[in-house]
């Protein structure tokens, strides 16, 4: 009998072997990322071009610093335009016919107009400045000796009469818009004076005594009977 034994055994050493390990997966196969290797002189320039940048920034800064603090920003107020009301008001005294009121408010109260404006518009010529009061509102002045309904309903923008104001030791007539402009209107020596803004009361009073007191100073109109000013 043959030996089989050793025929099996040839067969067995000559076939591929069916537990040959399967080569192992790279890291990419694997699903993990590859990271970029950067050579030491490459991340070198890098650090050094933002090194660079920052460097260069701080330099411009420094540059203009002193530049932005030689010229500071303008204060909230603003600008504040120099109107000399007494002057103005001496002007206009010829073409207005009576002494315009130029009230002495106090250097919180700033006037950005002061003119006397013809009868275009209203049909009324009058006096006119305008006040920044003290907690940046504003407050309109107007005054004729030529008032009537009309001109009185465009100045106080129709609003009703709600009541009376002391200032100055005198009744203002109060109209109130309920929309935060008021109107306080004086008919006193030949002249009506109207204070129309937003302002508050108090501030409203205050300008309104200092009306009064240059009223009082100035010499009284002369009026008659049919141009007399509106109650």
Same mark, same amino acid.
């Given at each position: 009998?043959?030996?089989?034994?050793?025929?099996?055994?040839?067969?067995?050493?000559?076939?591929?072997?069916?537990?040959?390990?399967?080569?192992?997966?790279?890291?990419?196969?694997?699903?993990?990322?590859?990271?970029?290797?950067?050579?030491?002189?490459?991340?070198?320039?890098?650090?050094?071009?933002?090194?660079?940048?920052?460097?260069?920034?701080?330099?411009?800064?420094?540059?203009?610093?002193?530049?932005?603090?030689?010229?500071?920003?303008?204060?909230?107020?603003?600008?504040?335009?120099?109107?000399?009301? $007494?002057?103005?008001?001496?002007? #206009?005294?010829? *073409?207005?016919?009576? =002494? %315009?009121?130029?009230?002495?408010? +106090?250097? &919180?109260?700033?006037?950005?107009?002061?003119?006397?404006?013809?009868? $275009?518009?209203?049909?009324?010529? #009058?006096?006119? *400045?305008?006040?920044? =009061? %003290?907690?940046?509102?504003?407050? +309109?002045? &107007?005054?004729?000796?030529?008032?009537?309904?009309?001109?009185?309903?465009?100045?106080?923008?129709?609003?009703?009469?709600?009541?009376?104001?002391?200032?100055?030791?005198?009744?203002?007539?109060?109209?109130?818009?309920?929309?935060?402009?008021?109107?306080?209107?004086?008919?006193?020596?030949?002249?009506?004076?109207?204070?129309?803004?937003?302002?508050?009361?108090?501030?409203?009073?205050?300008?309104?005594?200092?009306?009064?007191?240059?009223?009082?100073?100035?010499?009284?109109?002369?009026?008659?009977?049919?141009?007399?000013?509106?109650?």
């Amino acid at each position: 009998m043959g030996d089989y034994r050793r025929v099996s055994d040839t067969q067995d050493q000559s076939a591929p072997s069916s537990r040959a390990q399967a080569p192992t997966p790279s890291p990419a196969t694997a699903g993990h990322p590859v990271k970029p290797v950067i050579p030491a002189a490459a991340a070198k320039r890098a650090n050094a071009s933002v090194i660079g940048m920052i460097i260069a920034l701080l330099v411009s800064v420094a540059a203009f610093l002193p530049i932005v603090l030689m010229n500071p920003s303008p204060k909230s107020d603003g600008f504040r335009p120099n109107i000399d009301v $007494s002057a103005v008001a001496s002007n #206009a005294k010829g *073409v207005a016919g009576f =002494t %315009p009121v130029a009230p002495a408010a +106090g250097d &919180t109260f700033h006037p950005n107009y002061a003119r006397w404006a013809a009868a $275009s518009g209203t049909g009324v010529a #009058a006096w006119e *400045v305008g006040y920044v =009061t %003290p907690k940046e509102k504003f407050i +309109g002045l &107007t005054q004729t000796s030529k008032a009537n309904p009309t001109w009185l309903v465009q100045q106080t923008k129709s609003a009703p009469v709600t009541g009376t104001r002391n200032a100055g030791g005198k009744e203002w007539e109060l109209h109130d818009t309920g929309k935060g402009e008021k109107s306080m209107v004086l008919a006193y020596r030949g002249t009506t004076v109207v204070l129309a803004g937003d302002a508050n009361l108090e501030e409203f009073a205050v300008l309104a005594a200092a009306v009064v007191k240059s009223l009082e100073s100035n010499p009284a109109v002369t009026v008659s009977p049919s141009a007399s000013p509106a109650p």
